[in-house]
């Protein structure tokens, strides 16, 4: 999203903050985003401020560590290192003074994230924390030359989950119930722009539950405050053009980045959920920057040791094309077309665990054969691909897919593109949305960019048969160099291939899977 004129009157370099909005642990999304923005866009900003979530990469941000270290922090963080029971306050119960505490985060992460609390106050970089001050009612902005481990925590010391911070007397709580992006103090700042990088979910989709309504509460105060700040600089902006002064004196231009972070915001167990957030990051702001038309260049990959773990599994779907259709959906009309029938035997060869699971494309090698005897008989596969579980574009609709090059008897090259359609508005039920394989055969080989304007074969639905997916469950081979290795490489899969469907089919028992 964009308003205002992206200039100052005067005609100078505008001025630019950046705001790390709150998001819980959705904020490893935001690192992500941070890696591109400061390292590979080359941006560099005027004032920045963190609120709630944000002030973890804010700290990072004023040490002077790379986007890329700020990333790294977050792809290589273990979850339950900063989980920490409120042991003495449980037996209270709902008259305890918070479920957690931040003991973790402060003897094992921070340590490990290597905050530098001298440092940070050190820095030549204009920064605030924004603090909720409940003692005196109102928001504080703390410069980063009073950061401390104390000022830190009460930033993101959110009620019932976290205790408040007592200091010098007053009682410091986390500010989400007023702002989670402090637009106020960066336009009192004097910026001209401003940068928010928001995590915090905007599918305004009512859960039951009291963890989900807590969540939803946090959603109404934070989307409602953004959606009033972003109407009255709107207006502001439109004054301005019109000979007026306006709100602000001047026109200010909002660049937000928002995005579906498929990360619960306290509850999370699984390592690679942080990794992968992060990855998605980088992935969507690449992209943002080229729709907002700023030249980045691609930094070096993130760097992972050698991963020799590889995990392989068969499966079997059997169906129909109809010749000629250009309709998925529609194969079972014999009177639209030719009727082929058709079954494909596929491996699925994932190499690498590592980034297989990070990647958001989670992209594997697809062999085999397509056999169809209208197109030739046995034909076998030349190359493919497989991705499980790719949002498309919310991460609560999610989509299996395939790509198969091979050609007919004939050597005429084609391609079957197919997916599968996981979504929890979908009503089919689970068994059906991860079974039944809509196709497209394709002339040529086409990839996906292609797949538009290509010309269709035939379309059709293949489905794996509850008697194939009990024998595909027998064909599952990892490799790994200890035994404990194997054991681990499917445990990881099993939990992000269940995770992901908790992501769709389980949102009323807690949003987004803890694994």
């Known amino acids: 999203m964009t308003t205002g004129q992206g200039a100052t009157p005067g005609g100078g370099a505008p001025r630019r903050s950046l705001l790390l909005a709150g998001g819980g642990l959705k904020v490893a999304y935001q690192a992500g985003v941070l890696q591109v923005l400061l390292d590979e866009a080359g941006l560099t900003f005027d004032h920045a401020d963190g609120a709630s979530g944000g002030v973890f990469n804010l ?27 409120n042991w003495r306050q449980l037996p209270k119960g709902p008259y305890a003074r918070s479920l957690f505490t931040l003991d973790g985060y402060r003897r094992r992460v921070f340590p490990e994230w290597g905050l530098d609390w001298e440092r940070i106050r050190a820095t030549d970089r204009e920064a605030t924390f924004t603090l909720y001050n409940f003692s005196a009612g109102e928001l504080e902005a703390v410069t980063a030359d009073r950061m401390d481990e104390e000022r830190f925590c009460a930033g993101v010391a959110l009620p019932m989950w976290f205790p408040p911070v007592v200091i010098d007397g007053q009682t410091y709580i986390d500010p989400v119930y007023l702002t989670d992006a402090n637009v106020e103090e960066a336009i009192r700042r004097g910026c001209d722009e401003l940068w928010i990088i928001w995590t915090v979910s905007r ?3 009512w859960r039951d539950g009291f963890v989900a309504n807590y969540f939803h509460i946090v959603e109404t105060t934070a989307n409602g405050r953004l959606q009033e700040w ?6 502001a902006n439109a004054a301005f053009r019109a000979g007026e002064e306006g709100e602000f004196g001047r026109p200010i231009e909002v660049r937000l980045l928002s995005a579906e972070v498929p990360l619960n915001y306290l509850v999370n167990f699984g390592r690679d959920r942080f990794a992968e957030a992060v990855e998605l990051g980088v992935r969507d702001a690449r992209r943002w920057c080229t729709d907002q038309g700023i030249p980045w260049k691609p930094g070096a990959p993130p760097g992972r040791p050698d991963d020799p773990t590889r995990l392989r599994f068969t499966e079997r779907m059997v169906g129909r094309l109809v010749l000629g259709q250009d309709e998925e959906h529609r194969a079972a009309a014999p009177a639209d077309g030719a009727i082929a029938d058709i079954a494909l035997h596929l491996t699925v060869d994932i190499r690498g665990m590592d980034r297989f699971l990070t990647d958001p494309g989670h992209e594997a090698e697809l062999r085999g054969e397509v056999h169809c005897e209208e197109l030739g008989g046995r034909l076998p596969v030349e190359r493919g691909t497989f991705q499980l579980f790719v949002a498309d ?15 007919d008897r004939a050597g005429h090259r084609l391609t079957l593109s197919g997916y599968k359609d996981v979504s929890e508005d979908s009503r089919r039920g689970v068994w059906t949305d991860t079974s039944v394989l809509y196709t497209r055969v ?10 538009p304007g290509a010309e269709t074969v035939a379309t ?27 054991a681990a490489t499917l445990g990881r899969f099993g939990r992000f291939f269940a995770g992901k469907l908790w992501d769709v089919y389980a949102q009323n028992v807690l949003p987004w899977s803890p694994l």
């Open 59 to 85: 700290a990072m941000y004023c040490q002077g560590m790379s986007g890329h270290e700020i990333a790294d922090n977050w792809r290589t963080l273990s979850p339950l290192r900063g989980v920490t029971p």
């Open 203 to 205: 599918r305004h989709r």
């Open 230 to 235: 972003l109407r009255r600089i709107e207006a």
């Open 393 to 407: 574009p919310d991460p609560q609709h999610l989509r299996m897919r395939y790509r198969l090059y091979f050609a």
């Open 442 to 451: 394709l002339r040529g080989h086409v990839d996906a960019d292609q797949e």
């Open 460 to 486: 059709g639905t293949v489905r794996i048969r509850p008697g194939d997916f009990l024998r595909q469950l027998t064909t599952f081979r990892v490799e790994a160099p200890t035994l404990s290795g194997r």
